[in-house]
Every structure is written in C-alpha cells, then in structure tokens.
C-alpha cells in the first residue's frame, strides 16, 4: 500500500496536481515536512507514541490525528477539493476531517480505496488472532456508504463490495494498481543472478511479498517438496523474499519462524532460502534471477508483486482468488491455480520450469500485456474519478 500511494502521489504531482499526503509520525527524527517532490509534500503528524505500534492499536489514536491534521491546516491555510482515502483507518479519519471541513455551500468528496477487505480476509483466516475485529468491518460499512467514489483494484473486489457490502455499483471504478516500469524490467538473467549472489544453474521458484499466513507461503513449500521428490536431479531453490531476518531466528516473526520449521519438517532446508525484506530497486533483480515467480495467496485484492514480475518479464503463478487473475486469458491457464492445492502447483511449477519455450512465450505476452499499467495511466484514470466527484 505504501508504494501504492507513494507512486500515485508522484504520478499526480508530475500531472500538475498539488498533493499532500499526512501519516502518522512513527519516529522522532521524522521531519514534520518532506519535500518529496515538486507539488508533493509528506507530512508526518504526530498521533501516539512517535515509534511502531500494532496495527490494531493505532485506532485509539485517530481522534488525536484529526485534530493535529486539522491544526496544521488551519495554521498553514490549506484547503483541498478531494481527500483520497487509503485503507480503512485513514477512511475513519477521513470522514471526521470532511466533517471539520465541509460547509452548507460544499461537501469535501472523500474517494476510498480499501486495499483488501476485512469480510474477505475473514474469510481465509486461520484462526482467531488472523481475524479483523468489528470496529474494522464497521468503518468499511460506513465509508463505502459516505464515499462519493471507491477505486476498487480489480473486477473481483468490485463484487464483493457490490454484493457483501451493499456499495451503490455507480459509485465504484475499476481501476487496478500500475507498475514503475523504470525500475521493474528485464536485465539478463546472468547479470541478476550475479547480483543476488544466485548459482546461475539453479532453477529459481520466488515469492516475494508480505509474511502472513493468507499470502500461502505453506503451500508453496508443500509444492516445492513435491517437486523436489518428482525431480530429483532438478537443481531447485525457493527464494523467500520478504519479512525481517537480520535477527537470530529466535526473535523472527512468528510466522517466519513457522515457515522455517516447516522447511525443517519436509526436509528441504536446503531447497529453501529465506531472503528478507529488499527495496524496490533491488527488487527487479530477484525477479528477474527467478524462473517462476509464485503467488499462492488465499486472497489478494490484486497483486502488485505479480504486476512487477510480469514486467520483467517473468512468468508468475498465481491463484485463481487474486485480483491479477483477470488478466490471464484461456490460452494460459498453466499459470492459474487453486488455493491449498500443492499437487496442481507442482505440476505448474515443474511445466514452467522444463518447458523453457513455453515460459519465453508466456513471459512476452504477459510483459506486453501488463505494460500498459504504467502509474502515469493509473493516475490519468483516477484524476478522473476526482474530476467526476466535484461535478
């Protein structure tokens, strides 16, 4: 979501727009103001302690972000004609600030963008502690009511806000995530290789993304096992890109550190590489030092990681929940599968990686397909969606 916003803020600002984006300040040497570029400004607001805090904590300080919001504006002289709100806390925020700043002559227009949604991830949940409280789902319910527009990343979480949120259809544009294609396109496979420290003979399976349990790393690892039994002589690695390792793994996260015993219980630790979290210009070389990028996500609204992947070129599995999915046409089903279903995965992973005619044409289509999702266009799109919401 943070590259989200950030990449769209830029695309904005570079269109003539005035952008301002307000967050929470997470650390006292946060300057109050970043400069990030021309029309473009960061301001980080004090809310709560200045430090990390547990996602599900941060509700409590909303009150207190509205307020410092509207201070600063009020001390700086700042009026805006729309307020996009990003996830559900910003949407709770949002909604007290249109109050505070709407008047009987104009109603500022708050356009949503939810990200993922709590009934869905509900739905996949593994257990209580993997389960979105109330207060979340209440706050969804109200902004897809009080949104004057709501972008939805793909066709799939466009029926679901239609159909299990009762969101008014008119108020909702698809219009899905765009990629910088700047820095996610091809470089030689050599050359990446090279840079991620890669043997240039191993057959590279990546995931990369968050580490939580709805992303479905476990089956991917099943999957891998599966492989490595059924191929033997395949010299096979499972790239782990994402989460924090530069600890003992003692201090891991706790799903990390479900992970790593798991690739202990299949006996593939040496088949699995725990990578850890890479910036997005070091990105592009994971991908592409990968043969089979693999998205195993029980649901994924869309699938950024997946739009990155294609960009360079690089064939991408993933399952047939993911906003992406929409994208794969008939002719390359070998790419769609179904959540929890190692033994399909495998059979994917295996084709792909022994048919290297195949996965050349499948990559050159798809990269040409997803080119088209430059954040320039994205931005274009949603400029619209502002425009029709102060009409």
Same mark, same amino acid.
């Given at each position: 979501?943070?590259?989200?916003v950030?990449?769209?803020a830029? $695309?904005?600002?570079?269109l /003539?727009h005035? !952008?301002?984006i307000?967050t929470r300040?997470?650390?006292?040497?946060?300057?109050?103001?970043?400069?990030?570029?021309?029309?473009l400004?960061?301001m980080?607001?004090?809310? #709560?302690?200045?430090?990390?805090?547990?996602k599900?904590?941060?509700?409590?300080y909303?009150?207190e972000?509205?307020?410092?919001?509207?201070?600063?504006?009020?001390?700086e002289?700042?009026?805006?004609?729309v307020?996009h709100?990003?996830?559900y806390?910003?949407?709770?925020a949002?909604i007290?600030l249109?109050k505070?700043?709407?008047?009987?002559e104009?109603?500022?227009?708050?356009?949503?963008?939810?990200?993922?949604l709590?009934?869905m991830k509900n739905?996949?949940?593994? /257990?209580e502690?993997?389960?979105?409280d109330?207060v979340?789902?209440d706050?969804e319910l109200?902004?897809?009511k009080?949104?004057?527009?709501?972008i939805?990343?793909?066709?799939?979480d466009?029926?679901y806000l239609?159909y299990?949120?009762?969101?008014d259809p008119?108020k909702?544009c698809?219009i899905?995530?765009? !990629?910088?294609?700047? !820095?996610?396109?091809?470089?030689s496979k050599a050359k990446?290789?090279?840079?991620v420290g890669?043997?240039?003979?191993?057959?590279?399976v990546m995931?990369v #993304?968050?580490?939580?349990?709805?992303?479905?790393?476990?089956m991917?690892?099943?999957?891998?096992?599966?492989?490595? $039994?059924?191929e033997?002589?395949?010299?096979l690695?499972?790239?782990?890109? #994402?989460?924090?390792?530069? $600890?003992?793994?003692?201090?891991w996260?706790a799903?990390?550190q479900?992970l790593?015993?798991?690739?202990?219980l299949?006996?593939?630790?040496? !088949?699995v590489?725990?990578?850890?979290?890479?910036?997005?210009?070091?990105?592009?070389?994971?991908y592409n030092?990968?043969d089979v990028?693999v998205m195993p996500?029980?649901?994924e609204?869309?699938?950024?990681?997946a739009?990155e992947?294609?960009?360079c070129?690089?064939?991408?599995?993933?399952?047939?929940?993911?906003?992406?999915s929409?994208?794969?046409?008939e002719?390359?089903?070998?790419l769609l599968t179904?959540?929890n279903?190692p033994?399909?995965l495998?059979s $994917?992973i295996e084709?792909l990686?022994t048919?290297?005619k195949?996965h050349?044409?499948?990559?050159?289509?798809?990269?040409?397909?997803?080119?088209?999702?430059?954040w320039k266009?994205?931005a274009?799109?949603i400029?619209?969606?502002?425009?029709?919401?102060?009409?």
């Amino acid at each position: 979501m943070n590259v989200y916003v950030l990449e769209l803020a830029k $695309q904005l600002a570079a269109l /003539g727009h005035v !952008v301002d984006i307000f967050t929470r300040c997470q650390d006292t040497e946060n300057p109050p103001i970043v400069q990030v570029a021309d029309r473009l400004r960061l301001m980080h607001i004090v809310a #709560g302690p200045q430090a990390n805090v547990p996602k599900k904590s941060l509700i409590q300080y909303i009150p207190e972000f509205v307020e410092n919001v509207a201070l600063f504006c009020k001390t700086e002289q700042l009026t805006y004609d729309v307020m996009h709100c990003h996830y559900y806390m910003s949407g709770i925020a949002g909604i007290q600030l249109q109050k505070l700043w709407s008047t009987p002559e104009k109603t500022l227009p708050i356009i949503s963008t939810f990200h993922t949604l709590a009934l869905m991830k509900n739905l996949v949940a593994r /257990g209580e502690l993997e389960t979105e409280d109330a207060v979340r789902l209440d706050a969804e319910l109200e902004l897809v009511k009080m949104s004057n527009a709501i972008i939805a990343p793909s066709e799939s979480d466009a029926s679901y806000l239609e159909y299990l949120y009762e969101a008014d259809p008119s108020k909702i544009c698809v219009i899905p995530p765009g !990629v910088d294609t700047k !820095v996610f396109h091809p470089i030689s496979k050599a050359k990446a290789r090279q840079f991620v420290g890669a043997d240039p003979k191993e057959k590279i399976v990546m995931f990369v #993304g968050r580490i939580e349990p709805l992303k479905g790393i476990d089956m991917l690892m099943y999957a891998i096992k599966v492989v490595s $039994q059924d191929e033997p002589e395949l010299p096979l690695k499972l790239y782990i890109v #994402g989460g924090d390792i530069s $600890q003992d793994v003692s201090l891991w996260s706790a799903e990390l550190q479900k992970l790593e015993k798991l690739r202990k219980l299949l006996r593939i630790p040496k !088949v699995v590489k725990f990578v850890g979290q890479k910036p997005q210009h070091e990105l592009a070389y994971y991908y592409n030092a990968a043969d089979v990028v693999v998205m195993p996500s029980h649901y994924e609204s869309f699938g950024m990681t997946a739009l990155e992947a294609m960009t360079c070129g690089v064939p991408v599995i993933t399952t047939n929940v993911a906003g992406i999915s929409s994208l794969i046409d008939e002719r390359k089903r070998a790419l769609l599968t179904s959540v929890n279903n190692p033994l399909l995965l495998a059979s $994917q992973i295996e084709y792909l990686l022994t048919h290297p005619k195949t996965h050349a044409e499948i990559s050159a289509e798809l990269k040409a397909k997803v080119n088209t999702l430059e954040w320039k266009n994205v931005a274009e799109q949603i400029v619209e969606v502002y425009e029709s919401c102060l009409k």
